[in-house]
């Protein structure tokens, strides 16, 4: 089991930027691709960024490329999402996830083994 712990969230003005965090206490997150998902009201949850094990490899859905990125700390076990220029489009619950092993970074939802309680972004215009 893993406990993924997100932090970061809050609102800001539009053209703003947040860095978003996830923890894994008393857990590793090696060998496993990592991601954040995102869910609007009345929307479904979909993937904004994921990253490998290595990190050397990342995926980005086309909205964010160029403002977003995606960042992990093996030793610290954490993943971030540094977001920039934010759009009030982007206003979200942000979800960090635990992809499954063998999952493509361009996962859906149903890819994921463990989820977080999610934070929230709010960018006003």
């Known amino acids: 089991q893993i406990q993924l712990v997100e932090s970061g969230g809050g609102l800001v003005q539009a053209g703003g930027s947040l860095r978003l965090s996830c923890a894994a206490p008393g857990s590793t997150l090696t060998a496993r691709s990592m991601a954040w998902f995102r869910q609007a009201p009345g929307k479904e949850r979909s993937i904004v960024a994921s990253?490998?094990?290595?990190?050397?490899?990342?995926y980005y859905v086309d909205s964010v490329k160029g403002r977003f990125t995606i960042s992990r700390d093996n030793i610290k076990n954490t993943v971030h999402l540094q977001m920039n220029d934010l759009k009030p489009e982007d206003t979200s619950v942000y979800y960090c996830?635990?992809?499954?092993?063998?999952?493509?970074?361009?996962?859906?939802?149903?890819?994921?083994?463990?989820w977080g309680s999610g934070t929230q972004v709010t960018v006003s215009s």
């Open positions: 996830a635990a992809l499954g092993r063998g999952a493509m970074l361009a996962a859906r939802p149903n890819a994921v083994d463990y």
């Open positions: 990253i490998s094990w290595s990190g050397e490899t990342t």
